[in-house]
């Protein structure tokens, strides 16, 4: 996105110095075909994976949204905004992959059977690296079960190796999932529960940067709703 935004800024001086306003809006207009384009894309990738495993729409859509909320109150620029929102929005698109019946098994999964979950992020990357439109996105759903201590996966990441996008993701992946019931594990816990196990796993799990920066951010929405 980043560098359609430079092609778009260079484009458009020499529209303005050589042929007016009119062909600069018909750039404009190509140009917000082709987001549309992009956008239309990915919703239709989600609802395919909707359909593969059965609960991946509603979870795409609010972690989406949680996540380009903690990274504004991170301040982070809006150029990579826009590519974070994508990366959360396809961060599962790898479990087209997985078959079904793994991903839709009631009660807790095999050893092999998580072997088998564990491909996706390598499926994702297989899927979007090609789109050069996506690939500031990949971040997120290639690294996104990576862990601050190492113990993560694909490629056992540890610390500050890991993406900020993704260390980011990680800690709303894992808040969005606790909230709502799963196949494997069907009651939801509470707020309180969430956080405390969130806190739990800073240094482990999650970046404790990240982990203070999210419980503050959580802590000022409840003083704003009180």
Same mark, same amino acid.
């Given at each position: 996105?980043?560098?359609?935004?430079?092609?778009?800024?260079?484009?458009?001086?020499?529209?303005?110095?050589?042929?007016?306003? $009119?062909?600069?809006?018909?750039?404009?207009?190509?140009? %917000?075909?082709?987001?549309?384009?992009?956008?239309?894309?990915?919703?239709?990738?989600?609802?395919?994976?909707?359909?593969?495993?059965?609960?991946?729409?509603?979870?795409?859509?609010?972690?989406?949204?949680?996540?380009? +909320?903690?990274?504004?109150?991170?301040?982070?620029? &809006?150029?990579?905004?826009?590519?974070?929102?994508?990366?959360?929005?396809?961060?599962?698109?790898?479990?087209?992959?997985?078959?079904?019946?793994?991903? +839709?098994?009631?009660?807790?999964?095999?050893?092999? &059977?998580?072997?088998?979950?564990? +491909?996706?992020?390598? $499926?994702?990357?297989?899927?979007?690296?090609?789109?050069?439109?996506?690939?500031?996105?990949?971040?997120?759903?290639?690294?996104?079960? &990576?862990?601050?201590?190492?113990?993560?996966?694909? %490629?056992?990441?540890?610390?500050?190796?890991?993406?900020?996008?993704?260390?980011?993701?990680?800690?709303?992946?894992?808040?969005?999932?606790?909230?709502?019931?799963?196949? $494997?594990?069907?009651?939801?816990?509470?707020?309180?529960?969430?956080?405390? $196990?969130?806190?739990?796993?800073?240094?482990?799990?999650?970046?404790?940067?990240?982990?203070?920066?999210?419980?503050?951010?959580?802590? %000022?929405?409840?003083?704003?709703?009180?």
């Amino acid at each position: 996105m980043t560098f359609l935004f430079e092609q778009m800024i260079v484009t458009n001086q020499i529209l303005e110095e050589k042929n007016g306003n $009119y062909l600069l809006e018909q750039l404009r207009a190509l140009h %917000n075909h082709l987001l549309e384009t992009y956008e239309m894309t990915i919703q239709s990738w989600i609802h395919a994976l909707e359909l593969h495993d059965g609960e991946s729409r509603e979870h795409a859509f609010r972690v989406a949204e949680m996540t380009e +909320k903690f990274a504004r109150f991170l301040g982070i620029r &809006e150029t990579q905004l826009f590519h974070i929102r994508n990366g959360a929005l396809l961060h599962d698109i790898g479990k087209l992959g997985v078959p079904g019946n793994i991903l +839709k098994k009631r009660g807790p999964l095999t050893e092999d &059977e998580w072997q088998v979950v564990r +491909k996706h992020p390598g $499926y994702a990357y297989e899927l979007l690296a090609p789109i050069n439109f996506l690939k500031p996105a990949l971040e997120i759903p290639f690294y996104h079960h &990576e862990k601050w201590d190492g113990s993560g996966y694909p %490629n056992g990441l540890k610390g500050e190796q890991i993406p900020l996008s993704a260390r980011i993701f990680s800690i709303i992946d894992v808040w969005d999932a606790l909230r709502f019931s799963r196949p $494997y594990r069907e009651e939801s816990w509470s707020e309180y529960k969430i956080i405390h $196990y969130i806190q739990q796993q800073s240094g482990c799990h999650f970046d404790p940067a990240m982990v203070k920066a999210f419980v503050t951010m959580r802590a %000022n929405q409840d003083k704003q709703l009180s």
